[in-house]
């Protein structure tokens, strides 16, 4: 996404910032991808462009916008800032634009003219299989499956995720600025198995916690009538036959 904000920029002519909640300030990404400390102190997200309308450029912005990790409900707060945001940006004369990074993200419905969503896909099952033949033989893959048995479709994205970072940082070490977007980024079995390695599935980490769910499953009962409508979902057993 940086690569694509960075196009964006150079044909914009304008600065690109990025920022989570990791930084106390914007930093500035240069031609090689790599981010610099910048004069501008942010420590609010959202509410730091708001309020400083002045400063041009294109920015990028992590985790500012996901919803509540319980209810899966957005923060009215947020809903306003966007809102707030979606005109203030399209009014100013300043050239502002803002990109917000998500792993998943399902927008209201009142928000849903206002911003767009920008999709960058799964691979397809061919790609896969090409991604599979050229950095694994059979053992390999045998044994990365055999790795990640037990991790959640969540915990397996978040592996292949940092996995990627771990392979970007070592390019920027290894590489000069100008030859950084000419090698290709790199990643072996090791590079999977050693993220592996650093995290307890959840599976095992709240055993307990499941192995009561699972027992308790018998007495549940549906919480509203059954879905008659056109809309319906066919039934899904969760735990059990």
């Not at 690569?3 to 920022?19: T, V």
């Not at 992590?62 to 979606?86: R, Y």
């Not at 044994?143 to 991790?151: A, G, M, P, S, V």
């Not at 999977?192 to 499941?210: A, C, G, N, Q, Y």
Request: net charge negative.
């Amino acid at each position: 996404m940086l690569s694509f904000g960075y196009q964006l920029a150079c044909a914009r002519e304008l600065p690109l910032y990025f920022w989570n909640q990791g930084y106390c300030q914007l930093r500035k990404v240069d031609d090689s991808l790599k981010l610099s400390e910048s004069d501008y102190i942010c420590t609010s997200g959202l509410d730091w462009l708001l309020n400083n309308h002045d400063v041009r450029g294109i920015f990028v912005f992590e985790g500012v916008i996901s919803p509540d990790t319980v209810t899966g409900i957005f923060a009215q707060s947020t809903k306003i800032m966007l809102s707030n945001l979606a005109y203030e940006l399209t009014a100013n004369s300043v050239p502002r634009f803002l990109l917000c990074l998500e792993s998943y993200v399902e927008l209201p419905v009142e928000l849903a003219p206002l911003v767009p969503v920008l999709i960058n896909p799964l691979p397809n099952a061919i790609a896969i299989q090409n991604f599979v033949n050229n950095c694994c033989d059979r053992k390999d893959w045998l044994r990365l499956l055999r790795e990640t048995k037990l991790l959640t479709p969540a915990e397996i994205a978040l592996m292949v995720r940092k996995t990627a970072e771990n392979a970007f940082y070592r390019n920027t070490q290894e590489c000069s600025g100008e030859g950084l977007g000419e090698k290709p980024l790199t990643v072996t079995m090791k590079d999977f198995l050693e993220v592996r390695s650093h995290f307890t599935p959840s599976m095992i980490r709240e055993e307990d916690k499941i192995v009561e769910i699972r027992n308790k499953a018998v007495y549940a009962r549906p919480a509203a009538s059954p879905d008659t409508s056109r809309w319906a979902k066919e039934a899904e057993v969760l735990f059990g036959s």
